[in-house]
């Protein structure tokens, strides 16, 4: 079956660092979407990997491990705004989004 | 570029009544998604359009739930008669192409479904 296995809840402080852990089962593979969603809101793209390797885009960078089936978001100086849920989703072989229920990331003072 | 946009934002209604959301898509996207999103969990596709053609409706509940995109365009989703466990978020999406089979979803802010 297919399946995107990610933390529930992670808590981190102001102005820290924080690593959000995916693992993914799909049926084939093209590739792995993080979404950002703040509560009451839609989500929002953060990012796009497809080869092996860490992808990073200002305060937030995105890894992937194919043969791991391994990902991860990092969050860096983070930011009271960054409160919010951080959703793992894995394109299968027919280009369908399978998504994870989301980790949601409490930020402390 | 505006947005993926979507009404009404919030719904309030009694089970076995019926209820129909629209979404307008972002210009020139060609996909189309509703998804519903229950409190907690990641969004469930209940069915895509390429155009104005059903791609994938495999997890539609197709005996109470409707969709159309009759002019490839803008779409409805309808529920009828509808049940306790439709509460949820139903989101819309569309997609630009970022690799050659590979589309950037962008949501609307949803429509917000209470069934009392």
């Known amino acids: 079956g297919q399946n995107i296995d990610q933390p529930t809840e992670m808590t981190a402080t102001e102005g820290a660092i924080v690593q959000i852990n995916c693992t993914y089962q799909t049926s084939g593979f093209n590739g792995l979407f993080w979404y950002q969603q703040h509560a009451g809101e839609a989500p929002t793209f953060l990012s796009y990997?497809?080869l092996d390797g860490l992808e990073e885009k200002g305060r937030f960078s995105s890894f992937l491990s194919r043969s791991k089936g391994y990902s991860y978001l990092l969050l860096k100086e983070l930011q009271m705004k960054d409160s919010a849920s951080y959703l793992c989703a894995g394109l299968d072989s027919n280009y369908q989004l399978i998504w994870g229920a989301g980790t949601k990331l409490i930020i402390k003072p | 570029e505006a947005g993926v946009a979507q009404s009404p934002r919030y719904k309030i209604i009694e089970k076995r009544q019926s209820v129909a959301f629209w979404c307008n898509p972002i210009s020139g996207h060609a996909t189309l998604y509703w998804y519903q999103q229950i409190l907690g969990q990641g969004p469930k596709l209940l069915i895509q359009f390429q155009n104005n053609g059903v791609v994938d409706d495999s997890q539609l509940p197709k005996d109470r739930f409707s969709a159309e995109r009759l002019k490839g365009v803008d779409s409805t989703l309808k529920i009828q008669p509808a049940k306790l466990e439709d509460s949820a978020v139903y989101l819309c999406?569309?997609?630009?192409?970022?690799?050659?089979?590979?589309?950037?979803?962008?949501f609307g802010p949803g429509t917000r479904l209470l069934v009392l």
């Open positions: 999406a569309s997609s630009l192409r970022l690799l050659e089979g590979v589309e950037t979803q962008y």
């Open positions: 990997n497809v």
